[in-house]
T-cell receptor, first 113, second 113 residues
């Protein structure tokens, strides 16, 4: 099992560009989430999904879109990149309802110039 | 209501000492309290977790103490080792339809040899 796989690991974007951060898991987990990590602010939830076709907003959703067409994949789209979106992005998954730990990917470090 | 407050921001402990990190929450609907450990360049990894029906959980050198009435929980690392040097995050979630995980702001632990 690869767990949660994120690509790319590093990315530099110019302001206004768009891109998609990829996330895939092979554990048949129902729930998936995207977090951003910034110094001194911990991990903040951007969007989450409780199953294929179902997504909802987290704490900081502005500027980001998600979709969940399959159980395995949960891509995060930046519509028009801004310097404030410079961050480390983590994708995570968990089996479903109930108290289970989340498994995190290794992250994507994004810089917007 | 959704916040999880974590302290201290950083902590320096001598090898063999006890590291203590504290967290407080407001939402009494939270029913799952995990701790995550993150090494530089890696994603967070589940370390230990507790449910509010117990006051303490121990796994090796790591112990969670939970005070439901005070809405506080803490991580104790006994016999701290240089290999424990990492960032630690507390978190909280509500089991149920969304199972969203809300994180504290993190504590950078340095264990000096």
């Amino acid at each position: 099992n690869a767990g949660v796989t994120q690509t790319p690991k590093f990315q530099v974007l110019k302001t206004g560009q768009s891109m998609t951060l990829q996330c895939a898991q092979d554990m048949n987990h129902e729930y998936m989430s995207w977090y951003r990590q910034d110094p001194g602010m911990g991990l903040r939830l951007i969007h989450y999904s409780v199953g294929a076709g179902i997504t909802d907003q987290g704490e900081v959703p502005n500027g980001y879109n998600v979709s969940r067409s399959t159980t395995e994949d949960f891509p995060l789209r930046l519509l028009s990149a801004a310097p404030s979106q410079t961050s480390v992005y983590f994708c995570a998954s968990t089996p479903g309802q109930g108290n289970y730990g989340y498994t995190f990917g290794s992250g994507t470090r994004l810089t917007v110039v | 209501q959704q916040q999880v407050k974590q302290s201290p921001q950083s902590l320096i402990v001598q090898k063999g000492g006890i590291s203590i990190i504290n967290c407080a929450y407001e939402n009494t609907a939270f029913d799952y309290f995990p701790w995550y450990q993150q090494f530089p360049g890696k994603g967070p990894a589940l370390l230990i977790a507790i449910r509010p029906d117990v006051s303490e959980k121990k796994e090796g050198r790591f112990t969670i103490s939970f005070n439901k009435s005070a809405k506080q929980f803490s991580l104790h690392i006994m016999d701290s080792q240089p290999g424990d040097s990492a960032t630690y995050f507390c978190a909280a979630s509500m089991s149920g339809a969304t199972n969203k995980l809300i994180f504290g702001t993190g504590t950078l632990l340095a264990v000096q040899p």
